[in-house]
C-alpha cells in the first residue's frame, strides 16, 4: 500500500519532508507572485547551510537537512526565496510569515538565519577563479 507524505511514518524521512516542504513553498511563493526558485540539498559548499545560486532563467536554493532541526532547513529555504526574489525590507515579516504558514511546519521566526547575498554561490564565477 503506498502511503501519502501526510502519512507519519513518512514525514519521518527528511527527503521527503524536504519535497513536500519546496512543493508547498513552491506553490505559496508562486502565489503571492514571486518566482519559484529550485530547491535542492545538499548545498555544494562544504560547511555551507544555505547557498544560492542564480542562473539567468531563475534560481537554485540549496539547503543542508543533515545534522540539523528539519525546521532550520525550511527557515532557510523561506529565506531563499526571500534573497532570490530580493524581497523589499518593509515586506519582509509578512511575507515570510505566508511563506512559512504554508510549508505547515512551526518554524518561527528564523533570527540568527545564515544571511545570504549574491556573492554566496555553490562555485566561484569565473572572475573569482582568475583571482
Do not use: K, W
Not at 530547491?39 to 545560486?53: E, K, L
Not at 526565496?81 to 511575507?95: A, F, H, M, Q
Amino acid at each position: 500500500m503506498m502511503g501519502s507524505v501526510n502519512d507519519s511514518r513518512l514525514t519521518d524521512l527528511p527527503a521527503l519532508r524536504f519535497a513536500d516542504a519546496a512543493r508547498r513553498l513552491g506553490a505559496a511563493t508562486h502565489a503571492v507572485g514571486l518566482t519559484v526558485p529550485a530547491f535542492r540539498c545538499p548545498p555544494r559548499v562544504a560547511g555551507a547551510d544555505r547557498t544560492i545560486r542564480r542562473y539567468p532563467g531563475g534560481a537554485v536554493v540549496s539547503v543542508r537537512l543533515r545534522g540539523r532541526p528539519f525546521e532550520a532547513a525550511v527557515a532557510d529555504m523561506v529565506e531563499g526565496v526571500l534573497v532570490t526574489n530580493r524581497v523589499p525590507e518593509p515586506d519582509l515579516p509578512r511575507v515570510r510569515s505566508t511563506l512559512i504558514a504554508a510549508v505547515g511546519d512551526p518554524v518561527g521566526d528564523p533570527v540568527g538565519a545564515q544571511v545570504v547575498d549574491d556573492s554566496v554561490v555553490d562555485a566561484p564565477g569565473p572572475a573569482a577563479r582568475a583571482a
